[in-house]
Nanobody, 123 residues
Framework: QVQLVESGGGLVEAGGSLRLSCAAS????????MGWFRQAPGKERQFVGG????????NYADSVKGRFTLSRDNAKNTVYLQMNSLKPEDTAVYYC????????????????WGQGTQVTVSS
């Protein structure tokens, strides 16, 4: 079992920044991909980005490329999502998730999910 706990959400003005954290526990994550998804009211869960725990390779949705950056701290078993130049359309609940499959963008491929953290960007 893997437990994931997100933190760092909040209210920010457009153009501002937030850093989300996802603390993982329960088992070694060296073979996992850590993904971030977001879900706005009335919309489907959307892939934001993913990072492979070993090696650190990343992949981002086009809508966040150049604004969001993923990183990880192996010692803390934590993945970070740095979000800059935030826009009102980034408003959503953000979830981190873990998978050993290679379908990074498919939420159905993920086995473990955090509880989510709300990000609200005001215009």
């Amino acid at each position: 079992q893997v437990q994931l706990v997100e933190s760092g959400g909040g209210l920010v003005e457009a153009g501002g920044s937030l850093r989300l954290s996802c603390a993982a526990s329960g088992r070694t994550l060296s073979s996992y991909v850590m993904g971030w998804f977001r879900q706005a009211p009335g919309k489907e869960r959307q892939f934001v980005g993913g990072i492979r725990w070993t090696g650190g390779s990343t992949n981002y949705a086009d809508s966040v490329k150049g604004r969001f950056t993923l990183s990880r701290d192996n010692a803390k078993n934590t993945v970070y999502l740095q979000m800059n130049s935030l826009k009102p359309e980034d408003t959503a609940v953000y979830y981190c998730a873990a998978t050993r499959r290679n379908y990074w963008g498919d939420p159905n491929a993920y086995d473990y999910w955090g509880q989510g953290t709300q990000v609200t960007v005001s215009s």
